[in-house]
């Protein structure tokens, strides 16, 4: 048993160093974000929890007697910067959740509480460490402990809040990348209830087993970030694409059958060759409102009315152009449906990289 405590303690100390390395690397980064620092800080804020208890479980504090305690301010404010960390991935990049003053009270009210103890000489904290195995953290120390702690389990359960205010359950059981960031909330979350739980039950490894926790979650996120570097890039870009859903007038709709209805009308019924045709009455063909109509073009296809219209128009002309490149390129302009000359040309030029001309020219040439 000594020897598995011994590991573990080993295996603490070690995650120290890690979170100490990734804070130092976030803040070292060329052209460091936001977003960055906010990581750097987490990382930085968690190095100091781990090295404090490692001092604590192997007996080093009782060298650096004053070192004892110091991480509860910094652990204090680690749950604000994890509401901003994670408000970052669900919101528009240039847009920040700026700290209030209620961020600030628990870590100077930590501090406060604190100063006392950190005045007392090295023997009285020694003392106390050396106690605690029996008599257990005193009642002073446990609200100083809880009120650190608590702006955490706050800060996991907003995060839970808003992830499941934007993304819906069939997209968590679709997409790993949003099952492994929740599952890393979830190992969070949990540790610091760990910790309330052991602190007032008096579990003697209560400390090491939440910071073994933490040392696990820290090398599992390494790991993370070496197999996946896209993960958080691909769970911001899934929350904000659930938060479209939510607004989404085609909530309704099954967008797979909405796509082969359009395509039908495009490709069979060719439509684009009616030179009236407008976003109303291709809404019309489709059963749909104006609106509905520009949010399935615009969000789910990727193309506005026009550009949509006019893809296919001129991949009926390259068609035609392919087969007879001698044809006179005003009725193929009227065939597929350009109200005129010029729009033809502009629009072919901009699509297919060369005039209408050119590209009959090639076929011609070739054809020859």
Not at 83 to 97: A, C, G, I
Not at 154 to 174: A, I, M, P
Not at 209 to 217: D, K, R
Request: aromatic share 18%; proline share 4%; glycine share 6%.
């Amino acid at each position: 048993m000594n020897l598995m405590w011994d590991l573990i303690c080993k295996l603490i100390g070690f995650s120290a160093g890690l979170s100490f390395l990734f804070a130092l690397g976030e803040f070292l980064r060329k052209g460091a974000s936001y977003h960055t620092y906010l990581q750097g800080f987490l990382f930085l804020f968690a190095a100091f929890f781990q090295a404090h208890t490692y001092l604590a479980f192997s007996g080093e504090i009782l060298s650096f007697p004053h070192l004892y305690l110091f991480h509860l301010p910094f652990t204090a404010f680690f749950g604000a910067l994890l509401k901003r960390y994670f408000f970052v991935l669900w919101s528009d990049p240039k847009e920040t959740l700026p700290f209030t003053l209620w961020d600030f009270i628990p870590p100077v009210l930590v501090f406060l509480l604190l100063i006392p103890f950190y005045m007392e000489p090295k023997e009285v904290k020694i003392a106390i460490h050396s106690a605690y195995p029996k008599e257990g953290v005193p009642n002073l120390y446990k609200f100083i402990i809880v009120l650190a702690v608590l702006p955490i389990l706050y800060s996991g359960v907003y995060v839970f809040r808003q992830v499941f205010r934007y993304v819906r359950w069939v997209r968590l059981k679709e997409s790993a990348h949003l099952r492994l960031v929740v599952f890393v909330v979830s190992v969070g979350t949990f540790g610091s209830l760990l910790g309330i739980f052991t602190l007032f039950l008096h579990v003697e490894r209560g400390l090491e087993m939440v910071s073994f926790l933490i040392a696990l979650l820290i090398i599992f996120v390494y790991l993370l970030r070496q197999k996946s570097p896209e993960l958080w890039g691909e769970f911001q870009r899934i929350v904000i694409e659930e938060k479209k859903y939510q607004i989404s007038q085609l909530r309704s709709f099954d967008l797979e059958l909405l796509g082969n209805k359009l395509k039908d009308l495009m490709e069979t019924q060719k439509i684009h060759r009616d030179e009236t045709l407008n976003l109303e009455s291709m809404a019309n063909y489709m059963g749909l409102t104006e609106h509905q109509m520009s949010e399935l073009l615009n969000t789910h296809i990727g193309k506005s009315f026009f550009h949509f219209v006019n893809h296919y128009r001129i991949e009926e002309a390259k068609e035609i152009f392919r087969k007879n490149p001698k044809l006179n390129i005003l009725n193929v302009v009227y065939e597929v449906g350009f109200p005129s000359k010029s729009t033809f040309y502009d629009a072919f030029k901009r699509e297919v990289g060369m005039s209408p001309s050119d590209f009959r020219k090639k076929f011609k040439i070739d054809s020859d």
